[in-house]
């Protein structure tokens, strides 16, 4: 077998692990932690080689490169998220092709979203993306905007708000990431406990390749891992 199918095999047989170890001393157990396969510029081989090794949760960025590839993936059984920045004018597309946008960062994008998700008579369950380092350069709705954000989403009849998403900020050090993760728990807590209409606060989608165990370990329960299972990202 090509070494990278058998590579791909051996990740996601250790990531499971890490991600169970975590989950235990964490004090939840293994099946509270998702464990989400990020497939952008992935061949849809080697996607369909991880979803053979039990991924049932991939994640992809960019709407044309998932309708591309949509076709040659094995996802009878499994759950597909939209992970990348949204474009209002993209929602039309993907709407009814994956089963949860994790990337809404505006009211814009919500209204964008209510308006497809009406015409199509569904509902559409989203994560809010918080920018929770403040970085100019990054996607995602500021901290102190998330109350009346989701105040004013949750009166979308067609928008279940499942939870929140971060990418922290690169950090030098584990306790400046913690603070990130710890952060995003505390908003995460705060807002399950009003009980809103039509918000759930099921998710809290952090970690990553380098850091999804300190993720878990503050709280995630949805980590999004690529390089690590599928090695560096080759854009073309
Ligand atoms: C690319 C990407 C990931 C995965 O990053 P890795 O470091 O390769 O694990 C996770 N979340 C989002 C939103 C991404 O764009």
Do not use: W
Request: proline residues 2%; contains cysteine.
């Amino acid at each position: 077998m090509e070494e990278k199918f058998l590579n791909i095999r051996e990740n996601v047989k250790f990531i499971q692990n890490k991600i169970n170890e975590a989950a235990v001393k964490s004090g939840r157990s293994e099946k509270d932690v998702r464990f989400m396969a990020v497939t952008k510029t992935v061949d849809p081989v080697y996607i369909n080689c991880a979803i053979d090794c039990g991924i049932d949760l991939i994640g992809e960025n960019k709407v044309q490169e998932f309708l591309a590839k949509k076709d040659a993936l094995k996802l009878e059984k499994v759950e597909k998220h939209l992970i990348g920045h949204l474009q209002s004018n993209k929602v039309r597309k993907i709407i009814t092709e994956v089963d949860l946008i994790q990337s809404v960062d505006s009211v814009s994008l919500a209204r964008e979203i209510e308006r497809q998700a009406e015409k199509n008579n569904m509902t559409a369950n989203i994560l809010v993306e918080i920018n929770v380092g403040g970085e100019e350069s990054k996607t995602g709705l500021e901290k102190n905007l998330l109350r009346e954000t989701i105040a004013e989403i949750s009166e979308m009849k067609h928008i279940a708000v499942k939870g929140l998403m971060t990418i922290p900020p690169i950090c030098e050090n584990s306790g400046e990431l913690r603070k990130f993760f710890n952060e995003m728990y505390n908003l995460f807590i705060d807002i399950r406990a009003e009980n809103s209409d039509n918000v759930s606060m099921d998710i809290l989608s952090m970690g990553m390749s380098g850091d999804y165990e300190e993720a878990i370990l503050c709280g995630s329960n949805l980590v999004r891992v690529g390089s690590a299972i599928f090695g560096p990202r080759i854009y073309k």
